[in-house]
Structures are given as structure tokens and as C-alpha cells.
């Protein structure tokens, strides 16, 4: 099984709202990703799960809020979200994270579509 | 923030004919890679080199990499219909993956 999933594939919610993007991968990967992509610009990236743990973070608003359950599951809590949030929400795995001595190609999700109201 | 610049921005061909796509960036790196994605889904890993390899091949893609210049091109050779896609490179400088602007690719049938 060489997939990440990612619920749901839409997503329409208030600024006002509190809703959760979720994300799963059975591959046995220990690094988990999350990136943000507006219309007809590249991924940027948000947070990294290094073995369950946040290892880097963006510079991300506090209104998004990443989460680590286990090996196989990343969630990306939304709060107080705005209308500039709108974008598509990526995330990827990996064997290992980025850094190391051996290098391995990320695994993208097919995202989820966010619009802010 | 983004590493990586690409150009052309769009390119169109006709099928049958090479693509080739460039991208410059900033920093030292250990390795750059490059993705494609169709159409606003996932991105998909196509190949990926080293900072101390110059060219990778993999099918019809060619790969070149000038650690001097930070540059980096991608040869899309015999293009298919099936190719059009937008194509990011991605760099590895240790601290998480950066990608380029990216090139959109049209191929005419």
C-alpha cells in the first residue's frame, strides 16, 4: 500500500468554526508533512512530524493546529480560520524525515480543498 | 518560504516533442527532486538527485544538476498528452522541502 488519504476531499467551514483535516498512511513512514497550496503556486510547507514528534513548524498562525496521534495518523486541528486560509491542504510522508544521510521521496495525499466563509 | 525559481512559467508543445523545464535556487542542498501534479490533486515524486551527480535518467525523463550554478533542468523527452501537469522542483537543504515556483505544461495532442 504505497497511499496517503486524506478526509475529507472538501471541506467548507466559518470563520468561526472548529473543524479537523485528517491524514493516514500505512507504509511505515516516520515523517509526516503538511503543506499549504494556494491557486497556481507551490506547496508550502507547514509542519513536520519527525517519529511523532513536531520538528519543524513554519512560522504556521496558532489558529492551525497540527496533531500526532500515532505512526500512521497526522490531523491539522482549524479554528478562527480566515477567508485568506482558502487553499489546498497537502499532506506527505516519508520513510525518514529530510536531513538525514539517506534521502527518500515524499508520498502526497490527494489534499483537501478548503474554502473559508 | 520558497527555495527554488522555475522557468519557463507555462510552456505548450506539441506532442512528440522535449520539454525541458529549469529551476535555480538559493542554498546549498543535499539533494533536489522533482514533482508532478495534475490539476490541483497530489503531488507525485518523479525522480531525484544528488547534490554530487550531475544527470539521473529514469524513462523519458533526464535530470542535470549544476551545484555551482544551483540549477537544475528536467528533460521531458517524447511528450504525451498524458504529460500535461505542472512540474515543481523541491530541495532538500535539511530543514524540510522547498519547491520551486513550478512550470505548467500543456501538451497538445
Known amino acids: 500500500d504505497t497511499e496517503v488519504t486524506q478526509t475529507p476531499k472538501h471541506l467548507v467551514m466559518g470563520m468561526t468554526n472548529k473543524k479537523s483535516l485528517k491524514c493516514e498512511q500505512h507504509m511505515g513512514h516516520r515523517a509526516m508533512y503538511w503543506y499549504k497550496q494556494k491557486a497556481k503556486k507551490p506547496p508550502e510547507l507547514m509542519f513536520v512530524y519527525s517519529y511523532e514528534k513536531l520538528s519543524i513548524n513554519e512560522s504556521v498562525p496558532s489558529r492551525f493546529s497540527p496533531e500526532c496521534p500515532n505512526s500512521s495518523l497526522l490531523n491539522l486541528h482549524l479554528h478562527a480560520l480566515q477567508p485568506e486560509d482558502s487553499a489546498l491542504y497537502l499532506c506527505?510522508?516519508?520513510?525518514?524525515?529530510?536531513?538525514?544521510?539517506?534521502?527518500?521521496?515524499?508520498?502526497f495525499g490527494p489534499g483537501t480543498r478548503l474554502t473559508v466563509t | 518560504s520558497q527555495q527554488g525559481e522555475e522557468d519557463p512559467q507555462a510552456l505548450s508543445i506539441q506532442e512528440g516533442e522535449n520539454a525541458t523545464m529549469n529551476c535555480s535556487y538559493k542554498?546549498?542542498?543535499?539533494?533536489l527532486q522533482w514533482y508532478r501534479q495534475n490539476s490541483g490533486r497530489g503531488l507525485v515524486h518523479l525522480i531525484l538527485?544528488?547534490?554530487?551527480?550531475r544527470e539521473k535518467h529514469s524513462g523519458r525523463l533526464r535530470v542535470t544538476l549544476d551545484t555551482s550554478k544551483k540549477s537544475s533542468s528536467l528533460l521531458i523527452t517524447a511528450s504525451r498528452a498524458a504529460d500535461t501537469a505542472s512540474y515543481f522542483c523541491?530541495?532538500?537543504?535539511?530543514?524540510?522541502?522547498?519547491f520551486g515556483a513550478g512550470t505548467r505544461l500543456t501538451v497538445k495532442p
Open positions: 542554498t546549498s542542498i543535499n539533494n
Open positions: 523541491a530541495t532538500d537543504a535539511g530543514e524540510g522541502m522547498r
Open positions: 506527505a510522508s516519508s520513510q525518514a524525515p529530510v536531513g538525514g544521510e539517506r534521502v527518500y521521496e515524499q508520498y
Open positions: 538527485i544528488r547534490s554530487n551527480e
